[in-house]
Structures are given as structure tokens and as C-alpha cells.
């Protein structure tokens, strides 16, 4: 029997928390070829919110293509996965997909790489310069609008993490993809991100290049009942039974969280597998084996923070996060000066250690913050 409880990847079908209103909302407007930002804190479920609406908008007819910029690592690889994902989405086999490409942008020269795994994929022969690039870039920007008109079909394009881009080259990409973007009837694109104050920035600063771009749609916690009913059915499925407020009893341990229930969730199947149930009281000490098996990872993250980086912590993690600039907050950690949490708050939301919410600080992944209550 497998585990239902599925955490650290992308899922669809059943194994998805069905975010209906979510799921409905983006497809719809993405099938209308609308502009979406995404905005979601880390382990909400964004990236498989994503996929299942690119599922959804497959079975209506639609081109797909999604880019993870985390595996953009260069312009050069920028524009080796746009082309070839865009290609991707038209043909589906590899030579017909060289073809396509070599037709459809005749100096770019694509190449048949062959993986260590033995399949083969399209790749780009690498340009002397990056004004070379960025000129292919321009021409990749204009493909799916083309394509869509041609066809007669429209595309659906997908930036996840899209924030990665301001690693690129400035601001210039921006402006170049805003540029392209905002005369393309025929295509829809959703941009990602787990980097809030980045990706607010890029749509809220009236001197950015994607200024009012598109609508912002921020995701929020899956509503507990929605999401207790899911966990619940998910345990009863494979033959558990759970004890009167056990669900809750997890919820409130991870905070709602989605990523870290599911995590929870899928270790108390595998540790009361035998007796298939699960009793309030088995929880906690579920945890606390968690907590033990990643030390190791959570320390590697606590060495890496400088000590008054660890107070502030620390007192987050015990106190919260509001009201942080208060004389009693600061006194109970020894913080020191405003300028100086100031620092250090910048700093670890930039380590994506620490995320901010209506002015509230909290630790992005619950199973730290316990950490450091617990062991620290």
C-alpha cells in the first residue's frame, strides 16, 4: 500500500489538496490569455497549484510550456529552455523538433544532446557573445504569439520562480520580456514566485518593468477545513482510522502549513503502519523523530547564522514575530539596537529563513522554528 501523503515534489490527481477556488481562478484566466502573478510563501503547494492548471488547460486544447528559472543558471541556458520548451509544447518528437526549430529560427542552431541516462534532448550551440543571446532572446519572446496565431491555438507560458530573473543581465530582460508580452493577444503567462518582497516589488514599483503587468493573486493557507477533510479522507483511504481531533491536533503543530502536514502526515503513516491508526497522542513524539532526523540540516543552518541572527531567532521562534521592536521583545533576547535587528531581519528573509506577513515575522519552515524551541 502506498503512501498517500506525498511532500518535496509537484503532485497532481488525488494526491493534490484540491485548492478549488485557486485551481478554477487561474485556469480560467489563463485560458482568457490573462497575466498572472503568483505570489506564495515556500511549501504552500504553488508549484503543483501550477501544475494541475496546466493540466487542466491541456485537456481544453492549449499549448503548455513550463520554465523553473531555478535551472536557468545563465542567459545562455535561459534561451536553451525557453526554445526548447516552447518547440516542446508543438511537436513531440525530437527530430521533428530540431526541424521545427532550425524552420522556425534559422540561426540558432540547435543540437541533439545525448544524457547519461541515454535519452536524448534539444539543446542551443553556445554564442560568442551575449548580445548574441539576448538578440535570439528577443526573437524566442515573439515564437509563442506567432505559433498561436499560425496554429490557431493558443499558449499558456509559465515562469516559475520567476523572481531568478533579476540575475540576469539587470533590469534589461525585464523590459525586453514586457516589451513582447504586453502586445501578445494569444498567449497567457503566469509568473511564480516564493521571493514575496521581490516579486512585489517587480509589480508594485512604478519604476520596474513590470509595473501593473497583470493581476496579483497572493496564495494563502488551504482553509483547515478544506484541508483537515483531505488529510482525513487521504488516511481513510488506505484503511486508517484516526482518533477524535488528531487532524487538528496536526494542523496546529505545523501551523496549517500544507507542506509540513503533508510531511507530518506521511511519517505517522509509515511509523503506525502496523496498527493503522493514529492517536492524538501519537503525534508529538512523530514530531520530535523529525525534528531528530533533520538536526543534522538545521544545524548546517543554525551554524551558518551569526549570533545575533540566532537571538532574533530564537525569540521569534518563542515569542513570535510581532511587536518585535518592542522594549520587552528586545530586552528577552538581548537584541540590541533597531538598526541592528534591522540587519539581521533583512539578512535571514533573505536567506528565506524568515518571511514577513501584515508586519508579523515568522520562520519559514515550522519544523525548524520547533527545532529551535525544542532543541536550541
Known amino acids: 500500500m502506498k503512501n498517500p501523503f506525498v511532500y518535496g515534489e509537484a503532485v497532481t490527481g488525488e494526491n493534490f489538496s484540491n485548492r478549488k477556488e485557486e485551481l478554477c481562478e487561474i485556469t480560467r484566466d489563463l485560458e482568457d490569455c490573462e497575466r498572472i502573478f503568483l505570489i506564495s510563501p515556500r511549501r504552500y503547494g504553488k508549484t503543483s497549484l501550477i501544475m494541475n492548471a496546466l493540466e487542466n488547460l491541456r485537456t481544453k486544447g492549449l499549448y503548455t510550456v513550463y520554465i523553473d528559472l531555478y535551472k536557468a543558471t545563465s542567459i545562455q541556458k535561459l534561451l536553451e529552455i525557453y526554445a526548447s520548451e516552447i518547440v516542446r509544447a508543438v511537436e513531440s518528437k525530437l527530430e521533428r523538433m530540431f526541424n521545427f526549430l532550425k524552420k522556425t529560427l534559422p540561426g540558432l542552431r540547435p543540437k541533439i544532446t545525448i544524457q547519461p541516462d541515454g535519452s536524448a534532448t534539444i539543446g542551443i550551440e553556445h554564442f560568442p557573445t551575449e548580445s548574441d543571446t539576448l538578440r535570439f532572446l528577443d526573437e524566442i519572446y515573439e515564437l509563442p504569439q506567432k505559433l498561436a496565431e499560425k496554429k490557431n491555438k493558443n499558449f499558456i507560458i509559465v515562469f516559475d520562480e520567476f523572481q531568478e530573473i533579476r540575475n540576469f543581465n539587470g533590469e534589461s530582460i525585464e523590459k525586453a520580456m514586457r516589451a513582447s508580452f504586453q502586445h501578445h493577444s494569444k498567449v497567457g503567462y503566469l509568473f511564480a514566485g516564493s521571493k514575496r518582497h521581490i516579486l512585489y516589488d517587480m509589480v508594485a ?11 496579483v493573486i497572493t496564495l494563502n493557507k488551504i482553509p483547515r477545513l478544506e484541508f483537515s477533510e483531505f488529510l482525513r479522507q487521504a488516511f ?12 487538528h491536533k496536526i494542523l496546529d503543530l505545523v501551523n496549517d502549513c500544507p507542506y509540513n502536514a503533508q510531511f507530518l502526515c506521511h511519517k505517522l503513516w509509515d511509523v503506525y503502519f502496523d496498527v493503522k491508526k493514529i492517536r492524538t497522542n501519537d503525534i508529538e513524539p512523530t514530531l520530535n523523530l523529525i525534528l531528530t532526523e ?54 535571514l528573509i533573505k536567506k528565506q529563513v524568515l518571511d514577513k506577513e501584515k508586519d508579523i515575522y515568522f520562520v519559514t519552515d515550522v519544523f525548524f522554528k520547533e527545532w529551535i524551541r525544542r532543541k536550541i
Open 294 to 347: 533533520n538536526t543534522p540540516f538545521y544545524l548546517s543552518i543554525w551554524d551558518g547564522l551569526s549570533m545575533h541572527q540566532r537571538r532574533l531567532l530564537h525569540s521569534i521562534a518563542n515569542l513570535g514575530g510581532d511587536h518585535i521592536f518592542s522594549q520587552e521583545f528586545i530586552a528577552s533576547g538581548d537584541l540590541g539596537s533597531s538598526s541592528t535587528i534591522q540587519t539581521s531581519l533583512r539578512l
Open 205 to 215: 514599483n512604478p519604476s520596474k518593468a513590470f509595473y501593473k503587468m497583470g493581476r
Open 236 to 247: 481513510e483511504r488506505t484503511e486508517f482510522t484516526l482518533e477524535e481531533g488528531a487532524v
